[in-house]
């Protein structure tokens, strides 16, 4: 099966910053890019996605302000800039890519996307 690999993950303390790098192999041509996160016993939540073609980017309150994702279509590959990070950003962080377009409002919904990475740990703490 064809999988994602993320990338950058590690240990900051609050108010750090950390990029994940989600890498898509080549015959995957994603129309949406998105980082889901999952903290220990909770379910998977969507952080952030972006669109393949044009600006747009759906992205959960939580992150607000603090969380940007980018993409270099050339290289199939898309990141996630966290900064300001909080105790509650603690958990895996999973990259997706969705081979099909759906309209804005359902890009938080997990079902929508193809392709998943394996998960790379973020944790924050003092």
């Known amino acids: 099966q064809v999988q994602l690999v993320e990338s950058g993950g590690g240990s900051v303390q609050p108010g750090g910053s950390l990029r994940l790098t989600c890498v898509a192999p080549?015959?995957?041509?994603?129309?949406?890019m998105a980082w889901f996160r999952q903290a220990q016993g909770k379910e998977r939540e969507f952080v952030i996605a972006?669109?393949?073609?044009?600006?747009?980017?759906n992205r959960a309150d939580s992150v607000k302000n603090r969380f940007t994702i980018s993409r270099d279509n050339a290289k199939n590959t898309w990141y996630l800039q966290m900064n300001n990070l909080r105790l509650e950003d603690t958990g895996v962080y999973y990259c997706a890519a969705s081979s099909r377009r759906y309209n804005f409002g359902s890009w938080p919904s997990a079902d929508r996307y193809d392709y998943w990475g394996q998960g790379t740990q973020v944790t924050v703490s003092s």
């Open positions: 080549g015959s995957i041509s994603a129309n949406t």
């Open positions: 972006i669109a393949r073609s044009g600006g747009s980017v």
